[in-house]
Structure formats: structure tokens, C-alpha cells
């Protein structure tokens, strides 16, 4: 019954949908698929090398209107096929600890949103995660109860704030006993390579298996 102001968002960000389906892929290498097929609503795309993909460039979240689980993908190549539409290939899947929740299928129809200095958090307390929130948005010389604003409710998910899953899995049988091994992941310093180990990240290390 009381809305509070938070910002005026002074650029729309990069985003549209997609043409055709994306299957899933293996994370940590290319995905040399058949390009995904995007219609932007507004903004454009652009190809950069790989020195500025491995740095973060080119991320790009993808989900359901629906709202739900959300994947972070990065493309290195983007080509403008016709007006607003472009072909996205040369991807990293599943980043930024999303190869978790990565589907089957992203089917024809997803929402797509380049991830840059145009999007706007919202500014949700931690403490809030899993709790529904409205917004009311609308035009910024609009009163908050102009026709004009609209409203909607989301649920956070924070994605970002589960431990990344462990790779290179390994079992080793001996006789009747299977030795499992795996490496841990990190959300917090896993990029350091001058390290034995990445740092934990965690308040423990414990597995489901």
C-alpha cells in the first residue's frame, strides 16, 4: 500500500528473445552448437576476442518469462542476420555456477538479457532471498498511480549464492570398494592460479552424494 522510491533507470537494457532452441551443453568448453538465434527489442550485440571473453565479456542471462532458474551464458561470436535479429555461437555455458540448473532445452521463445553496466539491481536485502516482492515501474515524470506504471511480483532466487558443484568426478574401484574423488569449485577466489587449491568459500565443505 506504500510504495518506496528506488531509482531512476536512465537506459534500457539489451534484451529479447530467442528463435530457436538451445540445448544444453558441456560447461568449461565451447559450445559449437547451431547458433542461437536472438531478436533483440532494443540495443545491439558485438563479437570480441577471446581475451575479452575470458575476462567476463559477452554474458548473457536466459529464462522464462515465468520467471524460475536462470542460466549465465557468455558467446564469443555475434553475427546481425537481419534487423534486431542476430546468430550467437562460440559460447561458455553454464556460468558463473548455473551449470546446475541448466535445462535440456532452452526452447524457441526464452528471454534473453545482455549482462552490463545497463542492468539495475534492485536492491533486495539478502535477508529478503525467497521472499515475494512487488515492484511498480512506470515513467519517471508518471505519479506512482499513473495508468501508465505497471506492476509486478518476483520471488528471488540467489543462484549466485549456492556452492558451485565439484568436477573432474573419479571412481576408482578396488576390489569391492570404489574410491570417489572429485575437485572442488569456488564461488569466492576460484580464478587464482597460484594456489594448490582454490579457497573454500564456505562455512564447510560437505557433499550429498
Known amino acids: ?115 552490463d553496466t545497463q542492468l539495475v539491481p534492485t536492491g533486495t536485502p539478502v535477508d529478503q532471498r525467497g521472499m515475494e516482492s512487488f515492484f511498480r515501474f512506470g515513467p519517471a515524470l508518471k505519479p506512482v498511480d499513473h495508468i501508465s506504471h505497471e506492476t509486478i511480483s518476483h520471488r528471488s532466487d540467489p543462484v549466485a549464492l549456492r556452492p558451485y558443484a565439484p568436477v573432474h568426478l573419479k571412481i576408482l574401484e578396488t576390489g569391492g570398494d570404489a574410491e570417489v574423488s572429485w575437485t572442488r569449485r569456488s564461488r569466492i577466489g576460484g580464478d587464482v592460479w597460484t594456489d594448490w587449491d582454490v579457497p573454500l568459500g564456505e562455512i564447510a565443505e560437505r557433499y550429498v552424494l
Open 1 to 115: 500500500e506504500s510504495w518506496q522510491f528506488r531509482r531512476v533507470i536512465e537506459r534500457g537494457a539489451v534484451m529479447g528473445e530467442t528463435l530457436n532452441d538451445m540445448p544444453s551443453a558441456e560447461h568449461g568448453i565451447f559450445d559449437r552448437g547451431e547458433p542461437l538465434h536472438v531478436r533483440l527489442v532494443s540495443g545491439e550485440l558485438s563479437t570480441i576476442g577471446d581475451a575479452a571473453l575470458f575476462a567476463g565479456g559477452n554474458a548473457m542471462a536466459i529464462g522464462s518469462s515465468g520467471g524460475g532458474n536462470w542460466e549465465v551464458f557468455q558467446f564469443r561470436e555475434a553475427n546481425l542476420l537481419a534487423a534486431d535479429e542476430w546468430a550467437l555461437s562460440m559460447r561458455l555455458r553454464g556460468q558463473l555456477g548455473t551449470d546446475g540448473i541448466m535445462p535440456a532445452v532452452w526452447p524457441a521463445g526464452s528471454i534473453v538479457v545482455l549482462i
